[in-house]
């Protein structure tokens, strides 16, 4: 047959990765994004080894660890400054086999797409799906300029997504997990200061350096769903995390109100029955969305991007029913089971950190200073399972392959 045909519906992260992996299994495939540019919002990525070791597979691993800065030792902290536990990176590269890396999305997004041939990315595309195929069907998406048809269509289409509404219209979708976000990066202040994140009383703060010079910090805190900020969201900061420990009030007055971005947090509680049906395959947040206190988010759209790449064969002759052992109900037997885990881990961290009775903050905090004394392995213990992941084929860094 003619080179088969793929469609990725959305060009964040997991998508952009999923289309340079199929292009790599020798897929045709077109990107088509909503927005008229390839701009994600101005805040830092943390790149587990998982992550790293997925993009080490389409050859990108080298590049995004030169652009990205490499966490230093650190730890946890609360308001006052005093540290709960102390985290070494060196530990942690030892048992994970390698460090964790920040880098800014732009710098991500921009790196993928640079890795696609010109005209790959439609950008100010809307894309709706209009028939999901099976069998020897094809998959119908419906553009301003036409509808498309296509062997596979890849929906990366993000928290809201419409796809994944129109594949199984009986789930309940996201939920408001009670939990707001704050995210900016501004310059880093002058005095240094370690990396670094810090736990109140149902709040959080981290701040985390980027390889630029600049800051990426975020911040969490219990909150009705949609509130706003009574001024602007910068004065919010102040007023929840301005007496906190230093650097957090140089960084927030360092911050442009008008360049603070807050979001509330969902999450899949209730898992989709499955990441795929007829042609369709769902990813990233559209198929998984979680609370971004494992830090894992982005970093499992990777990991589905890799995955999906590798159990579509490259003529495009995969089975779609729900009973067959290969193509899309094998990446459904890969991710669902996986992520599902690291949501339901993710929860009860976010549990952890929205601790608000005075009482209870005092408990958790002991708790923490308690296990700490036992070293940093017991800390990184949370993450086995998690950071250590490999994908089912890759390469080595260098990109020459595993023999």
């Known amino acids: 047959m003619d080179q088969p045909r793929a469609l990725v519906i959305g060009g964040g992260i997991g998508g952009l990765t999923a289309a340079v992996a199929l292009r790599q299994r020798g897929w045709a495939v077109t990107v088509l994004e909503r927005a008229p540019e390839l701009t994600p919002v101005g805040a830092g990525l943390g790149l587990a080894p998982n992550a790293q070791r997925a993009l080490d597979v389409i050859g990108l691993g080298d590049r995004v660890r030169a652009l990205s800065a490499w966490q230093g030792d650190g730890g946890l902290r609360a308001p006052g400054g005093r540290w709960l536990s102390r985290t070494s990176s060196e530990a942690a590269a030892d048992r994970f086999g390698g460090p964790l890396v920040l880098v800014h999305r732009a710098t991500l997004v921009s790196l993928l797409a640079s890795a696609l041939p010109e005209g790959v990315v439609r950008t100010g595309t809307a894309a709706v799906l209009t028939d999901p195929g099976g069998g020897g069907r094809p998959a119908v998406v419906s553009t301003p300029d036409g509808e498309l048809e296509a062997e596979l269509v890849v929906a990366a289409d993000g928290i809201r997504s419409a796809v994944r509404q129109a594949l199984f219209p009986d789930h309940p979708g996201p939920r408001y997990t009670g939990l707001t976000t704050w995210r900016v990066v501004v310059p880093a202040p002058e005095r240094p200061f370690a990396p670094h994140e810090t736990w109140g009383r149902g709040r959080l703060w981290g701040t985390q350096p980027l390889k630029d010079g600049r800051v990426y910090a975020y911040a969490m805190a219990t909150a009705p769903e949609g509130a706003h900020a009574p001024e602007d969201e910068r004065a919010e900061l102040r007023r929840l995390f301005g007496d906190w420990h230093d650097p957090v009030p140089a960084i927030i007055d360092a911050a442009d109100p008008g360049q603070v971005l807050r979001h509330d947090v969902h999450e899949m509680a209730v898992p989709l029955p499955a990441y795929h049906s007829g042609r369709v395959a769902l990813l990233g947040d559209a198929a998984h969305a ?13 990991e589905d991007a890799i995955v999906l790449a590798h159990h579509v064969g490259p003529d495009g002759d995969f089975g779609a029913a729900a009973e067959c052992v290969g193509g899309l109900a094998a990446y459904s037997a890969d991710r669902l089971p996986r992520t599902t885990a690291i949501v339901r881990q993710a929860t009860r961290t976010g549990r952890m950190t929205a601790v608000s009775n005075p009482v209870a903050v005092a ?41």
């Open 290 to 302: 979680m609370q971004p206190t494992l830090g894992q988010g982005g970093n499992q759209a990777i």
């Open 363 to 403: 408990v958790r905090d002991a708790l923490i200073v308690a296990v700490s004394r036992f070293g940093p392995g017991l800390i990184l213990r949370g993450f086995a399972g998690i950071a250590d992941w490999r994908p089912p084929q890759h390469t080595y860094a260098s990109g020459t392959p595993r023999q």
